[in-house]
Every structure is written in C-alpha cells, then in structure tokens.
C-alpha cells in the first residue's frame, strides 16, 4: 500500500497553477498526466526497494503550499551564505522565482548561455519540449510527476561547443519565507555541447524559519568530448524536505564529475542516474553527507554502462553525528554487451555518537563478461590512537577532532577540481563541524 | 479422507544402509532410494493426491503419529501461510507455482522398478560419475539400479572397511556420549520435549512465505542434539542416519548443541542428485549456547535442469542459526552447483557476547541456472563478530546473484564485519550481481565490504596454456584457486569432491 498524499491540496494548488500559467498545450497536458500518476500512485512506502531507508510519511502528512515570489529582497538578506565565494557569474532564484536583482551574469563568457526556463518556455517553447519531456521518460517516479506537474520557473544552461568557461557559473535557490509548509520544484537543464569544458554548481539554501520542501529535477546532457563539473550543494537547515533527481546522458568521450556535498534535513534525497550511451565516457561521482541532530539523508546512484569502453568511479563518504541517519545505494549495471567497462564503487561512513545509523547497499548487477568492477563500503568510528596523538601534540579535543574528520572527507573534495569551489566547500564543511555535529 | 490409503510402517532394517565410509562412497544413500529416471511420477499407493488443505495437513500428522501440539503447530503455520504472498524482491524468474498441484506425503518408494543394470541408464549421467571417480558399485548406487545395495554391501566388506560395522560404531560411540541424532520424525517420538522446546524458536513458523509453507507441511528430516561439554567425535551426516529413508521434499532440520559442546554436520553431496519433486522448501534451525560450536557443511548439487533450461529444481531454502550463547560460533560453509532456481540465505543471529557467525560460500550457475543467495548476519551482542567470503562463478546464460545484509544493532558494541564477494564471469550472456544490504546502529562497530567482478583473464590462460596445460584444464584451476578460500573450510573429503563437482559443472562452458 503505498502512501496516500493530502490529494485535495495537491489538486487544488495545481488548480490554481493552471490558471495562473499560459503553457502551450503539450506541457499542460504533460502536467495533466503526471499530476494524475501521482494521485493515482501516492508515495512509495518502505517497503518498497528503492524507498527502503527514507520514511516518508512525515513528508506526505504536510498540506504543502506553493512559494510565491518575493518582491524585492534587499541583497543583504542573503548575507551568510556565501554567494559571492566564487567569482564567476551566477544565477538566482528566490522561492523558485528568477531573481533579477541577485542575479549577477556579466563575467558569462561568449559561447555560455545562462537563462531562466520560464523565459525560455515564453520564446521558444517547442526547443525546450524535448529536454523537458526527458525527464518523463526516466518512469513513474512520483517526485519527478510532482516536479512536471509543478515546476514554474529553473535554469537553461548551454555550453557552446568548443567553449571553455574559465570560471564556475553558479545556480543558487533561496528559499526564503516567514510560513511554514511551502514548496519549490525547480527545473534545470544543463547541456554540455561538444568538446566544451565547464563547472556548474548547483546551490540550495533556505533563510528565515519554517519548514520548506525543495524538489528538483536536473537534467544534463554531456555531448561528445565534453568535460562538465557539476557540484550540488545542499544546505537547507534541518527542519527542511529535499529531493533532488539528476539524470545525466553522456555521449561518446564525455567526461562528467558530480560531487553532491548535504548537509542534511528533515529528509533529504539525493538521486543521480547517468546512462553513459556511447563508447568512451566516463564519470566521477563524489558524495559527502554531515548529518548531526535527527537528520536524514538517503543517496541513491545508478550507473548505466551500456555501451563498452567506459568507465565510472563513485565514491560516498558520510559523517554521521546525533541521532541522524545516512543511506547509500549505489548500483552499478553493466549492460549486455558493454564490454571492457571498469568501474569502481566505494561508501565510508564515520559514526560519532552512539545513535547515528549509517545504512549501505552498493550494488553491481553485470550482464558482461569482459569487465573490472569493483565496490568497497566500510562503517567505523574515529581512531582512538589517532585522536591521542593529536591530543598530546597540544591540540583541544574538539580540533583533534574536527582535523581527523576533516581529512576523512578530503579524499571527497579533493576530487574537485575547481580551486573557488573547492574552498568554498571546506569551509561550508567546517562550519557544519563547528556548530552542530556531535 | 476415505481415499487415503492407510498408512505404513516406514521402520527400515538398519543393515540396509551400510555404505563404505571411504570419502568418495560418502554418496547419499536415499539419493538412490529416491531415484526415478526423469520427472516421471508413478502415483503410487502410498501418496496423498495433489491439494494442500487443513484435511491434508492433519492427515499427514495423522500418518506420521505426531502430537496433538505438533499438528496444531502445523496448522498454525498452514493458516499464516494463507496470508503470505509469495517473495518477489529476489532476481529469479520462474513460472508460478501451483500449490495444489503439489502432493504433500508420499511414502518411500519401492526400488523395484529402478533400472535393471548401468545399460539402462543414461549415459550421459554414467559419464559424469566417471569424472567424479566413483566407484561402479556406487554409480549402481546412486543410478537406482535394482539390487545395487546388496552388491555394494559386498564390495564395501571386500574393501578397508567393514560398513556395517562402521555405522554401528558410530552409533554406539554417539549413544555413548549421549548425542542424539536421528531422523525428526524419531525425535517427535523420542525427544518431544526438546523437540518443543527449540523446534521454531530461530526460525518462526510464520518468518517468511516458504518457511511457513514447510512449517505446515514438513515431511522429515534430521535432528541432531550434543549434550553439554561433548564434543561430536565424528563428522555427522544425513548418510550415517540409519534410518535416514525419504526426507521428501519439505526437510527439517534442527541442531542442537549445548554449554561447551561442537559438533560438524555435512549435508549434501558431490554426486548428481535426481528427484522427481521440483519444488524444496527445507529449514535449518540451529541452535547455539554458550561456547558450543556448529560447523555446517552442504554440498548441493541436486538437478539443474537441462542445457535450455527445462526442468530441475526450485530450492527455497530457509536457514538460521543462532548464537544464544556467549562465546558461541555457527560456521556455514556451502557449495551451491545444482538446481535450477536457488533461493537460500544461511543467516546467523549473534545474540551471546562474543559470538562468532561465519559463511563461506561458492555458488556456481551455468546453463539457465538462477541463484539468488548469500547471507543475514544480525549482530545483537557486544563484540560478536563475522565473516563472510562469497565466491561467485557464472556460466553460459545464467545469473548469479549475492545478496547478504550484515546488521548490527544498538547493543552490538565493539562489533566486527568482513566481506569480500567476488564474482568471476565466464562468457558474455551470463550475469553476476552484487546486493550487500549493511545497517550499523552502533559507533564502535566496525564493518567492511568488498567485491570484485572480473573474468578469467586472457594471460592467466595463455600462461598455463605455455606450461602444457589444456585451456580447459586451465580455468578449472583458476576457479579452484578463485574458491580455495572457501574449499579450505570444508571437511577435507568434502572439499577434493567440490573441485572435481565444480570442473564438471563447468563442461562445456569453455569456448
């Protein structure tokens, strides 16, 4: 039996969706479509494979409202998040509304192209049709139903080919609100043409009380002999809901490295599925989770080799403190006749407090012969002995501490290859680590 | 019940069962008795008709003579069964299974219309006994030719051993020390009160659909009981039970060892194994106290169905042990190269402090085999540990999956895990799958996973290929030494079978 969701107010908010947009008449019937699965379907229940580690229950008991657009925030208001640590040009919504004023795109580079999905639903509606219509066909998730039957406004990104951008372009989401239970459904779209070079990072953020439900849905499509970074940073407070799905299609010698970094919630998912479609791609997929308090965080990876000569390496770290919980699973398909595929899996998890639950399913399924795969996944505590030593060398507990977790997960943000989003990264870790993870 | 015939003597004359105690004799008697060429069924007398109600459920009690409390326990398990669904979650597809076309007793069966000689029967299977190394007399054995027994009974007297003799021995030494181990239906009979106690206390009549099934309907099987501080002089198995007739289909199997004791029990064998049920459904319960020890050992070969895939059996298995005990340890070592859907989890619930659970295991398909086993290790106790080594080896169009879940809960303090589960792949149709499940609710716990999927590697053979060894002499080596890990935990005997068990099951995947 799955979940039954509050249907009326998901009815009556898309009611009054519809009347408020203009969409051409493919999205609304798409919307129809996928507003109806999900009332038909509800939400998967535990006991459902892919659902196993997450409850939704308390997720599905909220009278979820739509998040109106703010007018105006003063750029003030955005003090503390970071924004301007990286240099490059960047992109903000607030309550899943283009936000002119915060947005800062003058240092785009020619051949980058960085516009909201809603203006480009307005000029050229049927050039989005596809990218948008893709995400369906990834199946009956109920997350990316409720995403297609809502999404108002996201992001258009488009590498020209051959175009190196020098400087990483930022996607930032505000959620900003003083009421409880409001909801976003961001769109992204992210096309990498060939042989062109990138980082995007992808931000989520929350300001001021209440308790918030972010669900996303990105798309990226990695054209032939592209290199794209794309980082998602999740830090949403822990009172808030996420689910962020990213589908990524990677086409012959494409080169695609993700790194998720959460800082958790109230629920908070995080999927990632990559086909890698023509021979040669390979990916890079870097996660780190910190959760304290009642935290929950459940990452959820599939690979799909189905062609031969590519190459995938994952690897997830969690830091799990309080009461929090942190799942993986990672599954890695080798299909029919992807021959010559070599792929490497591996989750750690660092448990510091005596209720903190780490859960781990990586998974190979492999239907070829020819093939080096492997997956590795380790539970444990900090080292006594190592914590000792940094004591006697002078150190407080607390910094002996935070250094031996701080190199646990460098192994993660190493992997990043931008400088700026690199450091950025170590500090947002580290400021987690200061204030609430025990 | 008017068309239920009445019911037999099933006591058996124990002279009957005397085998030799060389290892390669070490073939299971009541595979011979059991063996009908083919999935051809002659409805004797003595079998119930197909259907599964609460009638046939007490009937069988009935015949059987149990208890009142033993067939209410049947009966209970029988009406949670109705409730269940059966499992979909495991990566095996088969055709649905029709329950009342089952026939829930069947008497031993008479060998008198066995083969006459080895000429009857099919040569494919004598050549398989040939590269296993058995002996003629046995492949008479084990092929179901009538009047095998008697002549073996010969050769073995002719031979080191007296068999007789042997199995008297051993009966009286086991008596001697007060180890009880007999069929279950005995036990019910001698032993009700052990029996009662532990019979369902690891794995519930009602923990999952196929266990309650055979919790309703259990045909025998062994029940093995070592008192306090003894510790099982000989290696136990179903062969050395004298009257170890017919297990059918929905074996039992309890195992008991007290305070102190240890005892090692082997169940299976190498040789190919028919039987005309395609459905099994057995349970293991095995029972731990404090610093017992239990190795258990299977060998499992039963049929797998043709090249294309038609026929053999479907084996649902439920198996457990628990480690009540402090300082307690449950070994499972199995090789799994037969049926043709294998469903099997050997678990070990780690509630003493300090207890051990290890399984080792080595699961071959080939052909349109499905295997969809490994392992549960609950960790409960403070500085319990275990082990789990997993060999994979897929052939020709068959998948093969791990799927194990190690958990370790609040309590399991100073906990410790380590997995490795390789998978080896040999041709380009066949699958291999890895599914760890691993839940750790404690700091001081300490968990580790690996698995690797790779093929034979194109050097390694081209070098044994230089040294004169055949290529495929030469991938038998390399899956030899791909599971010597795990060969090194079986009784010795058991573990030069398994080799051989192996290179035979792999025929024809080379190419």
Excluded at chain 2, 326 to 350: D, F, H, M, N
Aim: with cysteine.
């Amino acid at each position: 039996m799955p979940i039954a969701t509050a249907p009326d107010t998901w009815l009556q908010s898309f009611g009054r969706l519809s009347e408020e947009r203009t969409d051409p008449a493919w999205l609304s019937e798409l919307r129809q479509q996928a507003m109806h699965s999900f009332i038909t379907h509800g939400l998967p229940t535990t006991r459902h494979e892919d659902w196993m580690y997450t409850n939704l229950q308390p997720l599905a008991a909220r009278n979820f409202q739509r998040a109106r657009a703010v007018t105006t925030p003063a750029p003030g208001t955005l003090e503390g998040h970071h924004l301007d640590a990286l240099s490059g040009p960047r992109i903000v919504f607030v309550n899943g509304h283009f936000d002119a004023q915060l947005t800062d795109l003058e240092a785009l580079p020619e051949g980058v192209a960085v516009a909201p999905l809603e203006q480009m639903l307005r000029e050229t509606p049927e050039r989005m049709r596809s990218h948008i219509e893709r995400l369906v066909e990834a199946g009956d998730h109920p997350f990316a139903n409720l995403n297609t039957a809502f999404f108002e406004d996201g992001v258009v990104i488009r590498i020209g080919e051959g175009i190196e951008a020098p400087q990483p372009i930022q996607v930032v989401f505000v959620m900003k609100s003083w009421q409880n239970d409001v909801v976003e459904h961001p769109r992204l779209i992210l096309l990498a043409e060939p042989n062109s070079r990138a980082t995007v990072v992808e931000r989520y953020e929350a300001q001021g009380p209440g308790d918030r439900f972010t669900n996303a849905a990105t798309r990226v499509d990695v054209r032939a002999g592209a290199r794209l970074e794309h980082i998602r940073l999740q830090r949403e407070g822990s009172s808030s809901f996420h689910v962020g799905m990213t589908h990524v299609r990677q086409a012959r010698d494409s080169s695609y490295e993700n790194v998720v970094v959460s800082l958790g919630g109230s629920v908070s998912r995080h999927e990632l599925e990559l086909d890698l479609v023509e021979p040669g791609a390979s990916c890079s997929l870097g996660g780190l989770y910190v959760l304290g308090g009642k935290e929950h965080v459940d990452n959820h990876t599939v690979v799909h080799h189905r062609v031969p000569h590519c190459t995938s390496e994952e690897l997830y770290k969690g830091i799990l403190g309080g009461r929090s919980r942190g799942a993986f699973t990672g599954r890695m398909v080798v299909h029919k006749d992807a021959q010559h595929t070599s792929s490497s899996q591996a989750n750690h998890n660092l448990l510091l407090s005596d209720d903190a639950v780490a859960d781990t399913r990586p998974q190979l399924e492999i239907y070829a012969d020819d093939v080096q795969c492997a997956h590795g996944a380790t539970i444990g505590q900090l080292d006594e002995e190592q914590a000792f030593y940094l004591r006697s060398r002078g150190l407080t507990p607390m910094a002996a501490r935070n250094l031996l977790i701080h190199g646990f997960a460098s192994e993660v943000l190493e992997t990043v290859r931008d400088d700026e989003v690199r450091t950025l990264l170590e500090r947002v870790l580290e400021s987690r680590l200061n204030v609430d993870v025990t | 019940m008017s068309d239920m015939t009445e019911k037999t003597e099933q006591t058996l004359d124990p002279t009957a069962v005397d085998v030799a105690d060389e290892p390669n004799r070490e073939i299971k008697e009541h595979i011979a008795r059991d063996y009908e060429w083919g999935f051809v069924t002659d409805i004797e007398a003595e079998t119930f008709p197909p259907g599964l109600n609460e009638d046939v459920i007490r009937a069988l009690s009935a015949k059987k003579e149990e208890p009142e409390w033993l067939l209410e326990w049947r009966l209970q398990a029988y009406k949670s069964w109705l409730k269940m669904t059966e499992p979909t979650w495991a990566m095996v597809d088969y055709p649905k299974i029709d329950y009342q076309a089952i026939s829930y007793y069947s008497a031993p069966k008479s060998k008198a219309d066995g083969p006459k000689s080895l000429d009857e029967v099919d040569p494919e299977l004598l050549a398989t006994y040939e590269k296993l190394g058995i002996p003629l007399a046995e492949q008479k054995l084990l092929a179901g030719v009538v009047g095998a027994e008697e002549e073996l009974k010969g050769v073995a007297v002719d031979a080191v051993f007296d068999s007789v003799s042997v199995a008297t021995t051993y009966k009286e030494e086991l008596g001697k020390r007060g180890i009880i181990f007999c069929s279950f239906s005995e036990a019910v009979k001698e032993h009700p009160e052990l029996v009662k106690k532990y019979l369902g206390s690891v794995v519930p009549r009602n923990d999952n659909y196929f266990a309650a099934l055979n919790s309703a309907v259990f045909s025998d099987g062994s029940f093995v009981y070592i008192p306090k501080g003894v510790r099982c002089p000989m290696e136990l198995s179903t062969y050395f039970r004298i009257n170890s007739a017919d297990t059918g289909q929905f074996e039992r199997t309890l195992i008991v060892a007290e305070e102190g004791s240890y005892v090692s029990y082997l169940e299976g064998c190498t040789a190919p194994q028919r039987d005309e049920n395609q459905l099994h459904a057995a349970v293991v319960e095995l029972i731990a106290l404090d610093d017992a020890e239990i190795k258990y050992s299977t060998v499992q070969n039963w049929y797998p169905g043709d090249e294309n895939g038609v026929g053999g059996i479907y084996n649902f298995v439920t198996k457990r042990g628990a480690c009540r005990g402090a300082r307690s340890k449950i070994s499972w070592t199995q090789v799994e190269t037969g049926s043709a859907i294998t469903w099997k989890y050997p678990s070990c619930v780690l509630q003493g402090d300090d207890s051990i659970g290890e399984f080792y295991s080595v699961a071959l398909t080939n052909n349109h085999q499905q295997a969809d086993t490994g392992t549960k290790m609950i960790h409960i106790g403070k500085n319990t540990k275990s082990t789990i080594i997993s060999k994979g080896i897929s052939a020709g169009v068959s998948q093969n999956v791990y799927r194990g879940e190690v958990k370790m809960l609040k309590g399991a303090a100073s906990a410790r895990n380590y997995s490795q589960c390789d998978s080896l792949l040999l041709g380009d149709k066949c699958g291999a799958h890895t599914f760890p499940y691993v839940d750790v609710r404690n700091p001081s716990a300490r968990l580790e996973h690996e698995a690797t999927t790779s093929k034979i590697g194109e050097d390694q053979i081209f070098y044994l290929n230089q040294r004169g060894l055949s290529t495929e002499d030469a991938i038998n080596m390399i899956v030899n030494g791909f599971c010597k890990e795990v060969f090194r935990e079986l009784p010795m005997e058991f573990a030069v079978e398994a080799q051989k068990l192996l290179a035979v099951s792999l025929e024809g995947s080379v190419g």
